[in-house]
């Protein structure tokens, strides 16, 4: 009996792939914008202003940034907690793929939303005249809540790491 719960148990990992499956689709969700985007502005780009290009290109940042984030969830939690991924080639497999344990994904991932957060707070930065005084000091507290969290994380990390 034991031993059928244990399997069991151990089989459910895979109700986790669909949900992997499901990001691709966000990815893919996410490129389509990203094209939008430029489509949207290539017929008006000389008429467009220098800061308003920045704001776009920012956006085209945050857009790769979080496809990325994506990426790195999606095939590397798929590795650790559902099964190793089996490429025909070698080559074609990323080089940080099979060395991602939870801990530098987890790192990776806090990361990658700090990133995401900064390119967001510089976007308000630059367009300042639009945004309310409150809303400013909220992003700037959500920023840093992230760093923070980022911060600590990985010092959580070194400090529990057994060499």
Same mark, same amino acid.
Request: charged share 15%; aromatic share 10%; net charge negative.
């Given at each position: ?9 151990? %089989? ?7 949900? $992997? /499956? ?6 893919? #969700?996410? %490129?389509?914008?990203?094209? =939008?985007? &430029? ?5 008006? *780009?000389?008429?467009? !202003?220098?800061?308003? /290009?920045?704001? /776009?290109?920012?956006?085209? *940042?945050?857009?790769?940034?979080? %496809? ?19 490429? #025909?080639?070698? =080559?074609?497999? /990323? ?12 790192? !990776? ?6 990133? *995401? ?5 510089? !976007? ?14 909220? $992003?700037?507290? &959500? ?10 994380? %990985? ?9």
């Amino acid at each position: 009996m034991e031993t059928a719960v244990e399997r069991l148990i151990y %089989g459910s990992r895979w109700i986790l792939a669909p949900i $992997y /499956l499901g990001l691709s689709l966000a990815l893919l #969700a996410l %490129g389509l914008k990203f094209f =939008q985007e &430029i489509f949207h502005v290539l017929p008006r *780009i000389f008429a467009i !202003k220098e800061t308003d /290009l920045v704001l /776009l290109v920012l956006t085209l *940042i945050d857009l790769a940034l979080v %496809g990325g984030l994506i990426i790195m969830v999606m095939l590397s939690s798929y590795e650790t907690f559902v099964s190793r991924l089996d490429l #025909a080639a070698e =080559q074609d497999k /990323l080089g940080w793929l099979g060395r991602m344990d939870y801990t530098s994904l987890k790192n !990776k991932v806090a990361s990658s939303i700090v990133a *995401i957060s900064s390119i967001h707070l510089l !976007k308000v930065f630059m367009n300042t005249p639009n945004v309310v005084e409150d809303h400013l000091f909220w $992003y700037v507290v &959500i920023h840093l809540t992230f760093v923070a969290s980022a911060f600590a994380m %990985g010092m959580l990390d070194r400090l529990t790491r057994h060499d």
